[in-house]
């Protein structure tokens, strides 16, 4: 085998390892290992380029172990972040943004990836409740419910909270996906419940017990530092659940499908970029992922004629926080989806969303 084919995964623990490092050291360190990973990810794409290879792996015990073990890194991530702050190792204002930002981001990078990989293995019980276990560090074991059984059926359409209509600014989809996300995770257990003969008020309900795994991490974080490390852990949990909606904005931005027609390639923004490839499980090859939910993250192609993305996901992340640039961006390649990518209903449909942003290049007609 080609060990490198292997290793290169490794570099989402690495990164995990650092920031733990980091967090429990406190000081200036959060801030400058803040920074730094995000120039990792900034430069790393923008210098790495596009990973477009395509191994057939077939050590499946190693690529599984690999994603297990992001529940440890995550527990001692977050467990070096409340120890920091509870024992006063941020000395300004500016380290303690630096920790919440820096461990949210982890939450959401070693928690919510990962975790999103796992949730669709409803087969494998182990990684379905590790899955479940990740989510709960960012308030949202809903997602393993609304996205696996909901996101991937309307997705693309308007019943998809998870898809931003044209125009929609960032910050309202966070509140507006997060509000809509767990109502149809309430209606998906329900029905599920409901089809099994249980009460949906019972220790069956996995959205309720998802609610408790997040309490329970709360009540830990609170019985090591009291109330401040218990509020402390909420708001990184929460911005860590913020980021995801972010990245739920990214990747379906603008598109429109009919919920009858099969979900295709261009549903989804795509990008090959290596660095986010290679710490992300491969997360970066969305437009497959929502052509072919079952693949495991290894066995999935590039598509390099699907759209793309501004950059790689961190990039394009920062980008979608400035609604400016954002849509100064944007706007132009929603058009030349609507343009090369859409068949003539979509075309129809994408002419009843809200019109898009106007900006220099799509009043002038470049894609």
Known sequence: MNALHYLKFFLFHVIGLCAAA????????????????????????????????????????????????????????????????????????????????????????????????LIHRTTEPVSLEIGRWLLAFSFDVSFAIEHVYGHHRYVSTSADPATAPRGRNVYWHIVCSTVKGNRS?????????????????????????????????????????????????????????????????MEHY??????????????????????????MFNLTRHSHHHARASVAYHDLQPYPDAPMMISGYLSTLLVALLPPLWHALMTPKVLAWDRDYASEEERQLAAAQPPLPRTAASTSGTA
């Open 185 to 249: 995770a309430w209606r998906l257990e329900r029905k599920r419940l409901e089809r099994r003969g249980q009460r949906q008020f019972s220790h069956h309900n996995l959205l309720l017990r998802g609610y408790l795994m997040s309490a329970a991490l709360v009540a830990a974080a609170g019985w090591y530092g009291g109330l401040p490390a218990a509020l402390y852990f909420s708001v990184c949990a929460l911005f860590g659940k913020a980021l995801l909606e972010v990245v739920n904005y």
């Open 254 to 279: 603008g598109m429109v499908r009919n919920p009858a027609r099969p979900v295709q390639p261009h549903h989804s923004w795509n990008t090959n970029k290596r660095l986010s490839s290679w710490t």
């Open 22 to 117: 980091a967090l429990y050291t406190g000081g200036v360190t959060v801030c400058a290992t803040l920074a730094g990973v995000l120039l990792f990810y900034i430069v790393g794409d923008l210098l790495g380029g596009d990973d477009l290879s395509t191994p057939k792996l077939q050590h499946r015990a190693i690529l599984t172990g690999q994603l297990w073990l992001a529940l440890p890194l995550l527990v001692l991530i977050v467990a070096a972040s409340v120890a920091s702050f509870s024992a006063g190792r941020y000395a300004s204002t500016a380290q303690l943004i630096s920790g919440v930002v820096l461990t949210g981001l982890m939450i959401g990078l070693i928690g919510t990836i990962t975790a999103h990989e």
